[in-house]
């Protein structure tokens, strides 16, 4: 399951798909004080791309203490639902775009032990995740169209993180607040100021030689930034 570190209300996810995949295990190493490893599922049919499956979620999960927080951009996310809670998976988030028995797969994933969260990309509503916030652990807010590290933030995001936590807090429902694409320590701040508390960044932090500060100085910026 998701938990926050109790020290800090911010959440750290570097993104593996980021990270340097000849040498995956030391290279995840680099950034054992984040929080969650943010694990990118990508099937080549819902985003144009094809990263790794749930073969490589249970040979990286031995070598970090961080919780696997495993993001399905996938077409079919159901049926990945047992293997990658098998390879160790403490979340599961599913896309909405593609959810078409939403509520039975976050049930699903909850018995199955994880943590529940579910997707939206750039252009669908803050709405159409309303009937499901009594299931879900997290919202994933994409801020940028998925397939895809190293792209830039969308500004536009920053209203829709806004409103979503707005909604989160009139539900009264204990829900993290992902954002996930182009977050670095340029835009960190600005982003938690908006209401974001659990944030992935993959070349925000890879790219960095000195990741540890890097995401000591990313979590003390976007505690500046966030009033939740
Ligand atoms: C994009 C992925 C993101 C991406 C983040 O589809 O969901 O997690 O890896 O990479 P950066 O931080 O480089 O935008
Ligand atoms: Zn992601």
Same mark, same amino acid.
């Given at each position: 399951m998701l938990t926050k570190n109790k020290n800090s209300d911010i959440v750290i996810c570097p993104s593996v798909l980021a990270a340097d995949f000849s040498n995956l295990a030391s290279d995840i190493a680099t950034i054992s004080t984040a929080d969650w490893l943010h694990f990118d599922v990508m099937d080549g049919h819902y985003v144009p791309n094809l990263s790794f499956g749930p073969?490589? *979620? =249970? &040979?990286? !999960? +031995?070598?970090?203490?961080? *919780? %696997?927080?495993?993001h399905l951009m996938v077409s079919?996310?159901?049926?990945?639902?047992? *293997?990658? =809670? $098998? &390879?160790? =998976?403490? @979340? %599961?988030?599913?896309? /909405? $775009?593609?959810?078409?028995?939403?509520?039975? @797969?976050? /049930?699903?994933? !909850? $018995?199955?032990?994880? @943590? =529940?969260?579910? &997707?939206?990309? +750039?252009? #669908? +509503?803050?709405? #159409? %995740?309303?009937?499901?916030?009594?299931y879900l652990d997290l919202v994933l807010i994409m801020t940028v169209n998925p397939g895809f590290g190293g792209q830039s933030y969308i500004n536009s995001m920053d209203d829709k993180i806004r409103r979503m936590r707005k909604m989160i807090e009139q539900s009264g429902y204990n829900i993290f607040l992902q954002v996930d694409g182009g977050i670095t320590r340029d835009n960190i701040e600005r982003v938690a100021a908006c209401g974001a508390n659990a944030f992935v960044a993959g070349s925000g932090i890879f790219k960095k030689s000195d990741r540890a500060a890097e995401i000591k100085l990313m979590r003390e910026l976007a505690e500046k930034g966030y009033s939740g």
């Open positions: 073969v490589v *979620a =249970a &040979a990286v !999960k +031995p070598h970090s203490d961080l *919780a %696997l927080d495993v079919q996310p159901d049926d990945w639902f047992e *293997a990658f =809670a $098998e &390879a160790g =998976a403490d @979340s %599961l988030v599913i896309h /909405q $775009e593609v959810a078409v028995h939403a509520n039975r @797969s976050l /049930q699903r994933i !909850k $018995e199955l032990g994880c @943590s =529940a969260g579910m &997707a939206i990309n +750039p252009g #669908t +509503p803050i709405e #159409t %995740l309303y009937e499901h916030l009594p």
